[in-house]
């Protein structure tokens, strides 16, 4: 089992950033990939981005692109998500997820085994 805790959302001005961190515990050398999903109200469930395991490879929605960074400290066995230029339609709960089953992409909610609580981001215009 992989436990995930997820931690840093609030409110934020439109045009301001927020960082997001997630740990995780357990059975961590089971991860292949860590992912942020975020999920607004009335709305699905969408990806965000995603990073290896080993931290070297990074992925990102169109919406995230240019935006928002991923990134991994190994020895705190956390990955944070900085969001900088938020938008209010950046307001959702946002959701960090790990997948230990290997598939190479880790876009898809389904590739992902274990979910944090979630965390609520909220940007005010």
């Known amino acids: 089992q992989v436990q995930l805790i997820e931690s840093g959302g609030g409110l934020v001005q439109a045009g301001g950033s927020l960082r997001l961190a997630c740990a995780a515990s357990?059975?961590?050398?089971?991860?292949?990939?860590m992912g942020w999903f975020r999920q607004a109200p009335g709305k699905e469930r969408e990806f965000v981005g995603r990073?290896?395991?080993?931290?070297?490879?990074?992925y990102y929605a169109d919406s995230a692109l240019g935006r928002f960074t991923i990134s991994r400290d190994n020895a705190k066995n956390a990955v944070y998500l900085q969001m900088t230029s938020l938008k209010p339609e950046d307001t959702a709960v946002y959701y960090c997820?790990?997948?230990?089953?290997?598939?190479?992409?880790?876009?898809?909610?389904?590739?992902?085994?274990?979910w944090g609580q979630g965390t609520q981001v909220t940007v005010s215009s």
């Open positions: 997820a790990a997948a230990s089953s290997y598939s190479g992409r880790y876009y898809y909610e389904y590739e992902y085994n274990y």
């Open positions: 357990g059975r961590t050398f089971t991860i292949y990939a």
């Open positions: 990073i290896t395991w080993s931290g070297r490879r990074t």
